[in-house]
């Protein structure tokens, strides 16, 4: 079966962000960049699901700059076996990227498509359902546990409460969860390797698709800050203010 | 302007969620319907139907949507959404599931997690976990929109809408519906309690977290905790209060043994008066908590639960 899976170039999740002082955006030149933590969890599953014998060949995709290969070569070196780079300068979103890759599924019909449910700087959580919603496929998204079985997947999601297992058909597309896996590092030889391995470069043009967002970014403000207060002394005067000061107990 | 939003429900009852879904509903303006789909779920209609500021309860009563798997919910919300301006649902997990494939059928945008409404087609909306909040505008004519609940406070009841049959059945022959594991608490739920007591990688191991019950119970608080303690192994995922984990925003947030990430932070900074105890009066935590108490939690909290 081949695994397809979609990678994103987002800002490294250790940096702290700073917005740009005409609030047009958040400032990103010469910020350390990084594969988005939720998209290396979607790698490590592919891989591990090859090393089961399950996938047989594993293909990486992302949709933005050029810059955005060194993210699919990371995914070369952690096991993907070919990439293929859908090269745009737009900003996109949710849609847009859905759409490319939806044209993608239908030309190269990988038998399961793993997707981070967000990426951490848009914190959308949307593509991969939209993705689903495109292709026609079932979807299993928030994924704690994926498990192939012939024909279909049973999914584990992470849910408010608790945990809910689906059964898909398969194709499918399944976005994944922090405690899915924890992803491994790459090895330095395999990190040389993925130098040669094939990536394709394509255009939205090329798939015929647009991936521009119909959703105008008006502003970007720093949140409003919390101020500090104050440190009390013992349990005694913690009680006292939080009865007679802050009224928050009785 | 007219606005379906999708009811949010556990365990045959109305969740708390809705209401405050409604709340930004009101705030676009227009009608507003709330659909209920669900099986057997006459009793959450009605009580859907009593919240204030709803026209219409629309009720999709049927098994293809038992659990509101996504294939069947979405395909019957495309089915209705032409009859509106907006489609709304809560910021949960249902709604995240759900409301993407919803837009994507309809070939529109969605936006996420909107925490305030500045017109029917201008929100805020966190992004960066948090770090930053973006003012987004929507060129679509239809707006397909997820709520996080803490951004607005919740309507009243007094209502009584009208409430009214939907016919359409979704056929879904690829998803199935198989287990559920959900935690089992007496406790109220992490994202409607008034007080939440939360626990983090000091409390050191997840029997340590029974200091933190004699409290709750007390102030009849949610337990939560950080990530560090939930990837430690301490206590499981659902209790996880951060960006990765559920939003909150209570009247009084008790943080054990958090140092405070940012991730943390993200989830609970909207809390109304926030204690940190901790050990490291370099914290973090200790930055956005208006008490802070240097000291060691395995002294503190015996002495805390004494004295409430």
Redesign the interface.
Same mark, same amino acid.
């Given at each position: 079966m081949k695994v397809f899976v979609a990678v994103k170039r987002v800002?490294d999740y250790n940096v702290?962000?700073r $917005?740009k002082p005409d609030h047009s955006d958040?400032d990103l030149t010469s910020v350390k960049m990084a594969m988005n933590p939720f998209c290396e969890i979607a790698v490590e599953e592919a891989v591990r699901l090859k090393e089961k014998g399950v996938a047989t060949e594993i293909v990486a995709v992302t949709i933005g700059p050029k810059a955005a290969q060194e993210q699919l070569r990371t995914a070369l070196a952690l096991g993907a076996d070919r990439a293929i780079h859908v090269e745009t300068d737009e900003r996109v979103?949710? =849609?847009g990227a859905?759409k490319a890759l939806a044209k993608l599924v239908e030309e190269e019909q990988p038998g399961l498509v793993i997707l981070g449910k967000q990426a951490? @700087?848009?914190?959308?959580?949307?593509?991969?359902?939209?993705?689903?919603?495109?292709t026609g496929?079932?979807?299993g998204?928030?994924a704690?546990a994926v498990d192939v079985d012939g024909e279909k997947v049973?999914v584990t999601?992470?849910? @408010?409460?608790?945990?809910?297992?689906?059964?898909?058909?398969l194709p499918?597309i399944v976005t994944t969860d =922090?405690?899915l896996n924890e992803p491994r590092y790459a090895k330095l030889p395999d990190i040389m390797k993925a130098k040669k391995k094939p990536l394709d470069v394509k255009t939205p043009a090329d798939l015929g698709v647009s991936v521009g967002?119909?959703?105008? =970014?008006?502003?970007?403000?720093?949140?409003a800050e919390?101020q500090?207060?104050?440190? $009390?002394g013992? $349990? @005694?005067e913690?009680?006292d203010?939080?009865k007679n000061e802050?009224k928050?107990?009785s | 302007m007219s606005i379906l939003v999708l009811a949010e429900h556990h365990d045959g009852a109305l969740a708390g969620a809705t209401a405050h879904v409604v709340a930004a509903a009101q705030q676009i303006g227009g009608d507003i319907d709330v659909l209920v789909a669900g099986e057997n779920v006459a009793a959450i209609a009605e009580a859907a139907a009593k919240l204030d500021g709803v026209s219409k309860v629309r009720v999709a009563d049927n098994a293809a949507y038992a659990h509101l798997l996504a294939e069947p919910t979405a395909a019957l919300l495309a089915e209705l959404a032409g009859d509106y301006s907006h489609v709304l649902a809560a910021a949960s997990t249902t709604g995240k599931n759900v409301l993407p494939r919803v837009a994507a059928l309809k070939d529109v945008a969605q936006i996420s997690e909107i925490i305030a409404v500045e017109s029917p087609d201008t929100f805020k909306r966190p992004i960066y976990a948090g770090n930053a909040i973006a003012t987004v505008q929507s060129e679509d004519a239809l707006k397909v929109i997820t709520v996080r609940s803490t951004g607005f406070d919740a309507v009243a009841e007094g209502g009584s809408a009208a409430i009214e049959a939907v016919d359409f059945v979704a056929d879904n022959a690829q998803s199935t519906f198989l287990k559920e594991e959900l935690a089992q608490s007496d406790r109220p739920e992490l994202g409607a309690a008034k007080v939440v007591i939360s626990g983090g990688r000091g409390m050191g191991n997840g029997e340590n977290f029974k200091l933190l019950d004699g409290i709750a119970d007390k102030l009849g608080a949610a337990i939560g905790a950080s990530r560090a303690a939930v990837d430690a192994g301490f206590v499981p995922n659902d209790m996880q209060v951060g960006q990765t984990g559920k939003i909150v925003a209570p009247e009084l947030y008790i943080a054990v043994g958090i140092s405070g990430a940012i991730q943390h932070l993200a989830g609970m900074k909207d809390s109304k008066v926030i204690v940190a105890i901790n050990k490291d009066e370099e914290a973090p935590i200790f930055q956005v908590a208006d008490y802070g108490l240097v000291a060691d939690l395995f002294q503190a909290l015996p002495e805390l639960e004494q004295r409430l």
């Open positions: 800002i702290k962000i $917005v958040v979103e949710s =849609l859905a951490i @700087d848009t914190d959308n959580n949307q593509t991969g359902q939209m993705l689903a919603a495109l496929l079932p979807q998204t928030f704690s049973q999601r992470e849910v @408010d409460g608790g945990l809910q297992t689906v059964e898909l058909t499918a =922090l405690r967002s119909r959703v105008k =970014l008006v502003k970007v403000e720093p949140p919390r500090g207060g104050v440190k $009390v013992s $349990v @005694d913690l009680v203010k939080l802050a928050v107990i | -």
